[in-house]
C-alpha cells in the first residue's frame, strides 16, 4: 500500500506566482528549516502536492484575489548554496525574470530569512510537475 501524498503550503510573492502561472518558473527553491516540520522541504517527495498561493511583501500576509494553484512535486534537490542551485538547475527555470546567475542569487538573498538558512541548511530546488485542478 502506497503512502499518501502530502500537501505543503508554499506562499509566494506575486511575481513568482504569476511567472509559475503562466509556465515560466519551472523550479521553485526553498531553503529547508529542520527545526519546523512544515518547512522542512528536503522531506518532500516526488508527487507530493504544492499549494502556491500570494503573499504581500509588505507584511506577508495572504492575499486573496489570487486563488490557490497547486503542482505535484517532480523532483527535490538538495543543495549546500544558492549560486550551485542556480548553476546545475537553470537560473531561468528558477528565476525568469533575472538576466544572470548573480541578479538570481540576489533575488535569493531578498526572501526574508532565507539567507540564515541556505547558510545552516541549504536550499533546495524542486520541480514543479504536473498542475492539479
Known sequence: MGTQAKEWNMPLFQWAYVAIDEGKKLSEGRAPDFTKPERDY????????????????SDLSRVESFPDIKYKVSFVHHYPTIKEMLYIEGFKKMIPHANTIDEAVQTY????GVPERVSKYGICAIGLGERII
Open 42 to 57: 528536503s522531506a518532500m517527495k516526488v508527487d507530493d502536492i504544492m499549494r502556491f498561493w500570494v503573499v504581500s511583501p
Open 109 to 112: 538573498h531578498g526572501f526574508p
